[in-house]
T-cell receptor, first 116, second 114 residues
């Protein structure tokens, strides 16, 4: 069974640009969550999508948005990029909602975004 | 304030030795606690998940313990190998919550030397 895949793996952008990251969950998984990971802040929750609906959102500005398609694939968009957006963006999928005991989240390899 | 604190921040041990990583949390009400291993440049991989009623869970050479009364967890690694070099992240879930209530520690960076 294929794992969670994320594209692209690496991305370099300049301030003010926008970026779209893609995540394909494990087949059959309906929940996709996005996280930002930086050395200073660690892992921080961005949002979760379940059955094409955003179910939860972390404390990030509106420049960060996402969506989920009917095949459970998800995209995350960041507009008006800032230097502080440089981070590893991780996507995780789970069968159902990801916080229950039986629902392990499986992480993708991440997209390394560098904003110059 | 709901927080997850991990110690030490970094640790260096020799191959074959044992080590113990600590996680203290103030998240309440508690649902479950997970330990993840994250290799450099990769996404985290789940090692163990423990609920309130469980106080020990093993996964190969990894053994996690949980004391829900003192709100402390530890991850013990036995007979360390070079491949154990990674960041180990403790994650606590709040009971009755949705996914947004996952609280992450900042991780312990473990380096195993030959």
């Amino acid at each position: 069974k294929a794992g969670v895949t994320q594209t692209p793996r690496y991305l370099i952008k300049t301030r003010g640009q926008q970026v779209t990251l893609s995540c394909s969950p494990i087949s059959g998984h309906r929940s996709v969550s996005w996280y930002q990971q930086t050395p200073g802040q660690g892992l921080q929750f961005l949002f979760e999508y379940f059955s094409e609906t955003q179910r939860n959102k972390g404390n990030f500005p509106g420049r960060f948005s996402g969506r989920q398609f009917s095949n459970s694939r998800s995209e995350m968009n960041v507009s008006t990029l800032e230097l502080g957006d440089s981070a590893l963006y991780l996507c995780a999928s789970s069968l159902n909602r990801g916080d229950r005991e039986g629902d392990t989240q499986y992480f993708g390899p991440g997209t390394r975004l560098t904003v110059l | 304030k709901n927080q997850v604190e991990q110690s030490p921040q970094s640790l260096i041990i020799l191959e074959g030795k044992n080590c113990t990583l600590q996680c203290n949390y103030t998240v309440s009400p508690f649902s479950n606690l997970r330990w993840y291993k994250q290799d450099t440049g990769r996404g985290p991989v789940s090692l163990t998940i423990m609920t309130f009623s469980e106080n020990t869970k093993s996964n190969g050479r990894y053994t996690a313990t949980l004391d829900a009364d003192t709100k402390q967890s530890s991850l013990h690694i036995t007979a360390s190998q070079l491949s154990d070099s990674a960041s180990y992240i403790c994650v606590v879930s709040m009971r009755g919550s949705t996914l947004g209530r996952l609280y992450f520690g900042r991780g312990t960076q473990l380096t195993v030397w030959p």
